[in-house]
Structure formats: C-alpha cells, structure tokens
C-alpha cells in the first residue's frame, strides 16, 4: 500500500503572529511546527504502515526551510519526503494550495492521502477537500479511527452529536483530527538518518495539468482586503474582594441588568 | 466568467434527520440583510430527503425563495451526493453569494463545492457585509462595489482578517454558528417553493454508510444557553464542578467548560467553548477559574455580560470582563449560590 501524508510547516501561534506590508503571513519571523492535526495524520498512516505494511511518503508545500518536517516526519518513519517550493506558488490561498499540492500529487502512486484536518495559522479545513476534489477521489473528514479491508478503507467519522461509519473505495483522501492518536517520538536512529536522507525538491515545472493562472498569489480567487490585530472589547471594572462583599458585587450587578 | 450574470444571496438550509439545524436559520437571517442591501432576494437550498415540509420554517424566518433538492440519495449527509446538488444548483441558479454553516457538514461540504466549480470559500467567517474592494480606493485599481466582505479570525484568534472574492462567483462562506441572528418569526409567511433534482448516479465517490452511532447522552447544547457556568482548569477537580452544577441550577443555566478541561478529560468536548469548540454568545457568561487564553475568548467574547471569578488578577479573561471579580471561587462561588437560593426565595 502506498500512502501520502500532506503536512504543512505553521508558526507557533503561541508565539504571536507577524505581518508582511501585504497583509500576508510573514513566516520567515516566527518559530515553527509541524501542524498538529498533520502530525496525527502522518501517526496514523504510520500505524497503518505498522500494521499492513505500506511506504508513506510526505509531501509539504512551502518555503525552502519546510524541509524541517520533511526531516523531522522521516525521523518518525516517513519513507520518502518531498518538497514542493517555487518563488511562483508564493500568496497561495486555499484554492491554489490545494491546486498546486494536487499538481504534485499527481507523480505519485497512492492508495490513501491522508491530510489533517486543518491547521493553526489558517484554521480553514478546506485544503484536504479541495485537493480530494481536483483529483477526482472521494474525501471523509473528520476521521477519527481508520482501518483496512480489501480495497476499501473504512473510517469513524466525527459530527457533532454523532458518527458515521464509512466505508469508501481506495483511492481515497481522509482527513485526520488531532485526537486521532498520539503523534510518536522521532527515534534517535530515525534523526540521524533523517538528517542526512535526500529529499526530493520539486518546482512549479513538476506539477502535472496545472494551469499558471491556478497558482500562487495571482491564481487565489480570495484576496486579503484587511488585516489587523483583533481589536477586543475593552476591560470593564475589576475588583478584590472577600468572599461576602463579592457575592453582594455579583447580585448587585445581575439584578442592574435584570437577570434576576 | 461573467459576473453580471450571477444574482441574488443563496444559503444552504442545513438539516439533520429531517430537522433543521440552527445555522439554516442564522444564515436564512444574515442573507436576508445582505440581498437587501444588495437589492436581491435570499433564497434557502434544503437537500435531503422528503425534507420538503421544512420550507415553511425557512420562509417563516425570512426566505424569499426555497429551492428544494429531494432525493433517495441525499438522505444522510455524504459529501459527493451533497456536493453535487449544490454545484447543480450554482450552475444552473448562478447566484451572487453562497454561504454555508462552518459545521461539521459545511466545513466538508463547503470546499469540496468551491474546488468544484472554481471560486473562493472563506472559512468559518464571524462578520459579513456588502461593500468595496480595495476598502479604501487605491490609484491604478478600479475600487468595484456592491462586494460580499467576509472577516474571519485567523491565526489562533489573534488577528482578525477581511476578504473579498471580487473575480470568482459566487463569493462563497463558510460562517461560524450562533454568531448571525436569526430573523423575527413571521407564522405564515410563504416562499416560492422550486423543486430541482439534477439526477444522483452513485460512483466510487460516494462513500458508503454502514453505521450511524448517535451519541448516547442528551446534553443541551450550550450555544443554545442564555446563561452559561463555565469552569476552567482553576476548578481543581472533576468533583468540584459541583459547586457550578448548583450555581447553574438556581440560576437555569448550563455548565461549560474550557478546554484545559477538556484536555484533563474532566468534561465532554461538545461543552468546549472556544476556537475548537463552540462560539457562544449567551446573555451572561460566568468564566470561573478561567484564565482566559486566546483561543477560549475567541469563542466567548461576544456575551452580553461576561463576570470572570479568577485569584489571579493579571489572567487575561479579565481583559475582556464586564465585572472581573479577584478572588477564591471555592469561596465565593458556593456563597453566591446560597445569596442567590435566599433571593428567589424572597421574590416567590
């Protein structure tokens, strides 16, 4: 079996966020991570790897310094890692993104893609879908437990009050949730060979039967119209008091606005 | 792709075992104000099965128009049948806007659509309105009106961002629930009801259901709430939830949580507010114990009345508290309940 796990290289969102004068992201000022929900996307596929055999092989889009979770997803097991960067992919929203990750996708042999869910800097969900989309493969998000049978796999999918229990023809794309499983250790052996493995690069020339128009900033049908730091409701009153002057400040206040 | 061609507001009319949701709603009332100030008229797109009847419901609460998709296939929600009913309909409609529910189906559904008939989605938008792009007018840039402006938080929460779709039709959303306001019910009221069913043939792409498993407990959802009770990790303990299960209850209120406790597998996730949980906007929000991280105040920011119980006072929840109250909950929390038993008590 032959799976291909898609993670992206996110600032830490911990750390506060940095703008370029174009409203975009600067990415180049902020400490980094695997995403978390790609992360458990990658477990899980090493688990399947684990359990029926299987060569994964991960793929991320991004600046040159991506490489990092390229490096750090085959000290965890990754077979093979590939780098997808191009001064043209550059702006990309979600459509382009997913447009260009597809166009990648395209060289390889796969049985499963497994994305995650979404990640932290975008919070979006919408890459994994879309890419399932251009490549003409059914999706199911939300998955929060996979298995093989045959030539299918079949996945608990999350809603809100309930799952479903699906069944779907490989190829196939899931996306997968955090809460999937618990990302394993990078194995000392694993690190180093991480760090001296080769990766493979690929630039906007390597993505199959996509058109220029449907990349980067300029093939982006959203376009960032304002950026800000949020601005939040101000702070009101704040007191210390003992425990009976508290009291009588809440009740006080709840019947002012006629809560009781 | 002409642009002047595609016209009026659409919104899908998310349902669920024959029910609509409540974003159906929300949406149904959001759009209604954005085709008036755009000149147009919202019209609601119910897909299932035999889900006709719920047409009334949206017209009552403000859709002009229903265009029903009714089909054997689109029973339960999978994403291919669902998808191809909205991507039928936007070719053959071509509406403006179309805006989807940011849930667990519209943020499936919403992409998939978007990828399928080349436009933009903005996810999980907080705010939209009509107006220009660029918002201020920029020299050599043709400033084009009468735009759908689509802000969103992005980034954890820690910035807000507005977008615009000003090249692609239709300008497409998902929007977070229980942000939008429903319309007042009108009872009675009526819409153009135009059945379309542009035929389901199942292929590979549609996944098949082997199990439904509903979850077993009946909790109430605490975006529904008016007052909320919600405990962070300043709890202490699974067991010390009680003192908020008592304010809860002499008050009416619901308990919710953060999602340290969550994490600390002391409460259910569906009780998680924050940016991955639930928005909640009730009329007051309790935050005890809660020292307020950014992602939990994305999702509770918006109460009308926010009272914070924290010992620490440089915790960021007092930032965004009507009344930040500095002081130990296992104290003040058990007398407030009391106070308040005593108050009732002396209206009844």
């Known amino acids: 079996m032959k799976i291909v796990v898609c993670v992206k290289q996110v600032p830490d969102t911990k750390g506060g966020v940095k703008f370029n004068p174009d409203g975009t992201l600067d990415r180049g000022a902020m400490l980094t991570i695997m995403n978390p929900d790609d992360k458990a996307g990658l477990e899980a596929a090493l688990r399947l790897k684990d359990q029926y055999g299987a060569e994964v092989t991960v793929v991320t889009m991004g600046l040159p310094k991506a490489e990092e979770v390229l490096r750090e997803a085959m000290a965890m097991g990754a077979d093979k890692g590939i780098l997808v960067t191009d001064r043209v992919l550059g702006g990309a929203d979600t459509w382009a993104t997913s447009q260009t990750l597809a166009g990648a996708i395209r060289n390889l042999d796969y049985d499963l893609i497994i994305t995650g869910r979404q990640a932290i800097d975008g919070d979006t969900a919408q890459v994994g879908p879309q890419i399932s989309e251009h490549l003409g493969i059914p999706v199911i998000s939300y998955a929060q437990k996979i298995r093989i049978e045959g030539d299918s796999v079949i996945v608990e999918r999350q809603f809100d009050d309930r799952y479903h229990v699906l069944k779907a023809k490989m190829p196939c794309l899931i996306t997968a949730l955090a809460e999937l499983n618990e990302p394993r250790y990078m194995t000392p052996g694993g690190i180093f060979d991480a760090y001296n ?21 300029k093939g982006s049908p959203t376009q960032i119209a304002r950026a800000s730091d949020k601005v939040r409701k101000g702070a009101g009153e704040k007191v210390t ?20 | 792709m002409n642009i002047a061609e595609y016209k009026g507001v659409f919104v899908f009319a998310q349902q669920v075992d024959n029910k609509l949701s409540g974003i159906a709603l929300e949406l149904v009332g959001k759009g209604k104000d954005l085709a008036k100030d ?21 017209a009552a609460y403000g859709a002009d128009k229903v265009i029903l998709v009714d089909d054997p296939e689109l029973k339960e929600y999978r994403t291919e049948p669902y ?62 009106h009468n735009q759908l402006l689509m802000t969103r938080p992005a980034f954890g929460g820690n910035t807000i961002a507005t977008i615009a779709c000003p090249e692609f039709r239709p300008q497409m959303a998902t929007v977070r629930p229980g942000v939008m306001q429903k319309a007042p019910k009108v009872e009675g009221a009526k819409a153009v009801v135009e059945e379309f069913n542009p035929g389901f043939t199942p ?25 909320l009770v919600s405990g962070g990790r300043g709890v202490g303990s699974p067991d010390n939830f009680k003192i908020l299960d008592d304010l809860a209850e002499v008050l009416g209120a619901t308990v919710s949580c953060s999602r340290a406790v969550v994490d600390a597998g002391w409460k259910p ?9 639930k928005t909640v906007r009730p009329n007051v929000y309790f935050a005890i114990g809660i020292s307020g991280a950014i992602q939990h105040l994305a999702g509770m920011e918006e109460s009308d009345l926010i009272i914070a119980i924290n010992k620490d006072e440089t915790a960021p929840i007092f930032d965004v508290a009507d009344y930040g109250i500095v ?17 009732m008590a002396a209206k009844n």
């Open chain 1, 197 to 217: 493995a080769e990766l493979t690069v690929w630039g906007r020339d390597k993505l199959v039967d996509v058109e220029d128009s449907n990349l980067g900033l």
């Open chain 1, 241 to 260: 008091l003992d425990p009976t002057e508290a009291v009588d400040y809440i009740v006080d206040k709840l019947k002012v606005k006629h809560v009781i």
């Open chain 2, 38 to 58: 755009l000149g147009t008229e919202v019209t609601a797109v119910l897909v299932g099965d035999g889900v006709k009847d719920l047409a009334d419901e949206l």
């Open chain 2, 83 to 144: 998808a191809h009913a909205l991507a039928s309909v936007i070719e053959k409609y071509k509406p403006e806007i179309f805006l989807v529910g940011a849930t667990a189906i519209g943020r499936d559904l919403g992409p998939r659509v978007s990828a399928r008939i080349h436009t933009g989605l903005t996810a999980d938008c907080t705010q939209l309105e009509i107006g220009d792009f660029p918002i201020n007018p920029v020299p050599g840039k043709e400033q084009l």
């Open chain 2, 203 to 227: 292929d590979d792409k549609y996944v098949e259901i082997l199990e439904i498993v509903k979850s077993v407990v009946d909790t109430v959802d605490i975006m529904d709430a008016k007052i």
């Open chain 2, 269 to 277: 996730k569906d009780l998680q507010v924050g940016q991955t949980g």
């Open chain 2, 327 to 343: 002081g130990d909950l296992n104290k003040i929390v058990p007398a407030l309940t009391e106070k308040l038993k005593a108050e």
